[in-house]
């Protein structure tokens, strides 16, 4: 006769088992349903040296808020669920731009109340493209 698994011949239990004899069993595992697609980051370049030094004034005067951007700009750039009014593409002559000889759309975040970036997203190649980063309203939006 073979011992039961979890017990030793002695009738204790052995190292590392537990004996669930007369334990309820606890609550199941709610189903979370089916597994989400997890996309790669994209990649976020700046579309000119213009657009360089934008970003790293920006970044100097507000690292909290521009590593946060960063970080939205690789995970969910065109993800406007959370407030559709600060995230968007720009329309009539701001709409499109050209990017590395490819005409690209061209979008606006909300940074702050006046602040705002604008990027190029590149679908194919998951390249956000950064064309503009201003803490202050841009003029060409009035």
């Avoid at 609550?27 to 996309?39: L, T």
Wanted: charged residues 30%.
């Amino acid at each position: 006769m073979t011992p039961d698994r979890g017990r030793s011949r002695s009738g204790g239990t052995r190292r590392g088992s537990r004996d669930t004899a007369g334990e309820q069993p606890g609550p199941s595992v709610p189903d979370e349903g089916p597994a989400r697609v997890v996309r790669a980051p994209w990649t976020v370049r700046p579309a000119s040296e213009q657009a360089r030094k934008e970003w790293d004034a920006a970044r100097d005067a507000e690292p909290v808020l521009m590593g946060q951007e960063r970080e939205r700009l690789r995970l969910s750039p065109l993800d406007r669920s959370g407030n559709p009014r600060r995230t968007g593409p720009l329309h009539a002559g701001l709409g499109t731009r050209l990017v590395g000889g490819v005409r690209l759309p061209q979008w606006q975040h909300e940074l702050t109340a006046g602040g705002r970036i604008w990027y190029c997203p590149d679908r194919r190649n998951r390249v956000i493209w950064v064309t503009k980063v201003s803490l202050t309203h841009p003029r060409q939006t009035d």
